[in-house]
């Protein structure tokens, strides 16, 4: 997500707190900004975890499984 849209939102925050508060478009916009941005955290966390690495005691990498997932 690009910084002018995180600074849109952090605009839309600042004046929902206001008195005037938000229009009903502008809460809509906010909705539809907050969802970019979390699926932009949830994808970066999810190509960093593919990329993970498990080392144990014994110094052997396995790669990390996503849950439920077993190798067979």
Same mark, same amino acid.
């Not at 970019?36 to 593919?50: A, K, P, Q, T």
């Given at each position: 997500? $690009? /910084?002018?849209?995180?600074?849109?939102? @952090?605009?839309?925050?600042?004046?929902?707190?206001?008195?005037?508060?938000?229009?009903?478009?502008?809460? /809509?916009?906010?909705?539809?900004?907050?969802?970019?941005?979390? $699926? =932009?955290?949830?994808? =970066?966390? @999810?190509?960093?975890? $593919? @990329?993970?690495?498990?080392? $144990?005691?014994?110094? @052997?990498?396995?790669?990390?499984?996503?849950?439920?997932?077993?190798?067979?």
């Amino acid at each position: 997500m $690009d /910084q002018k849209r995180i600074d849109r939102i @952090n605009e839309l925050a600042r004046k929902a707190k206001t008195p005037e508060g938000l229009t009903e478009e502008e809460v /809509q916009e906010r909705a539809v900004l907050r969802r970019e941005y979390i $699926d =932009s955290v949830l994808g =970066s966390l @999810n190509r960093e975890l $593919d @990329n993970t690495w498990v080392v $144990d005691e014994k110094g @052997n990498k396995r790669k990390l499984e996503k849950r439920g997932e077993k190798k067979g």
